[in-house]
């Protein structure tokens, strides 16, 4: 009788004994992603006052009582308290100019940090108020990116929100306007706005135009709610990828399906411990999910309204959960990775981030710990 064979141990790739703390100037330099990213909550405070003023809108007595209305603290009540902030911000982005001027400062202070591909994500529908139509949306939004791209070492992609609390039919309309744009730089189509109450599935007739036209599709689910939304986001609707995802270790069925089937997550650490999904960033399933082998991002949400930058989301991220060198190579190469490109440009962007990794990894740890590096590359390949 042939004896059993023992699975080996999972191993571990890890050099060091001794956690060491990544220093945030070392992460500064590291070529990133930033795959969700909301505009509206991405605003400079400057800009933001400034624009006000432009349009002869009172939002605030001054500049500090307009950082205290659209910065959120430590922690809100909930996902619905934090998103009041956008009330005010969205008060000035009904032209296209403020479209093109804050589209093009996100993408210049992304790049400053060395974040070389970015997908912005927002709703047409909520920039209509002072004439805008959703494709003049869309023109103004790509007008500014395209400028940054050509200023600075930043790749773009723009990614189309319906919001769930809207009808059908408006996610529907902003389907079509995606479809026409999918050649001219709108690379997805999303799902926003409050999970409780308002089911992804509602709108799923907007997400078969999506996928019959062979476009991307990713969804916010698993934040506000429990893994059921994550479900129906990838069942119902198709999701290439799930925004937040926090709650998807309630369902070790659906976690092993995600992970068999390489679905990112777009983990969003800061604005899920101020929406109170999580008491502590330590308390993320985060590194449950890295372990099981589940292809993790690290993003910002909303860079104004959380305080937030990707470099120091980053570095959150390792020093809550003790990330070691090899840890976090792999979940930067997952960004890229997951990008909504065409696969040859995906590829050589991947070639050339590679390359730049290893020179500032080479900066600072032994060439024995790179060779051990290079081995688990291959072996965590996907």
């Known amino acids: 009788m042939t004896p059993t064979k023992k ?3 999972r191993r571990r790739y890890q050099v060091n004994e001794e956690w060491k ?8 330099r590291l070529p990133k992603t930033d ?6 909550g991405s605003i400079r405070l400057n800009t933001l006052w400034d624009l006000a003023k432009q349009q002869g809108i009172r939002i605030a007595r001054d500049k500090q009582g307009l950082k205290k209305k659209v910065v959120v603290g430590k922690k809100v009540k ?5 998103l009041r902030s956008f009330d005010t911000t969205l008060k000035v982005l009904q032209e296209g100019n403020a479209l093109t001027r804050i589209s093009y400062e996100l993408a210049a202070d992304a790049a400053k940090e060395n974040v070389r591909y970015m997908e912005v994500r927002y709703s047409p529908l909520l920039h209509l108020e002072h004439g805008l139509t959703m494709p003049g949306t869309v023109d103004a939004v790509l007008r ?4 940054a791209e050509a200023d600075y070492r930043i790749r773009t992609g723009v990614i189309l929100c319906g919001i769930r609390q809207m009808t059908p039919s408006k996610s529907l309309q902003l389907a079509e306007t995606a479809i026409a744009y999918r050649n001219d730089g709108v690379v997805a189509f999303d799902l926003a706005g409050q999970e409780k109450d308002y089911p992804a599935k509602k709108h799923r007739e907007a997400f078969y135009k999506i996928l019959n036209a062979n476009m991307n599709v990713t969804v916010h689910a698993g934040e506000a709610f429990g893994p059921a939304s994550i479900h129906q986001a990838i069942h119902y609707c198709g999701a290439h990828r799930i925004g937040h995802g926090t709650r998807l270790v309630e369902d070790e069925g659906l976690m092993d399906y995600v992970t068999n089937h390489r679905i990112p997550l777009e983990i969003c650490l800061t604005s899920n411990v101020q929406t109170c999904v999580v008491d502590r960033i330590s308390d993320h399933p985060f590194r449950e999910y890295l372990d099981r082998g589940i292809r993790v991002t690290i993003n910002t949400d909303s860079r104004l309204v959380s305080n937030t930058n990707v470099t120091r989301e980053i570095n959150r991220t390792c020093r809550a959960f003790r990330l070691n060198h090899y840890e976090l190579r792999h979940i930067l190469l997952n960004g890229f990775r997951s990008a909504f490109l065409p696969y040859l440009e995906k590829a050589a962007l991947i070639r050339d981030v ?5 020179e500032i990894f080479g900066e600072v740890f032994p060439m024995e710990d790179l ?3 290079q081995d688990w590359r291959s072996v965590r390949r996907d």
């Open 7 to 9: 699975k080996s141990p």
């Open 21 to 28: 703390e990544f220093d945030q100037a070392f992460i500064h």
């Open 35 to 40: 795959l969700h990213i909301h505009l509206d």
């Open 78 to 82: 909930n996902l619905v308290d934090y």
């Open 144 to 147: 500014g990116l395209k400028m």
């Open 354 to 358: 590679l390359q730049e990794m290893d």
């Open 371 to 373: 060779v051990v590096l």
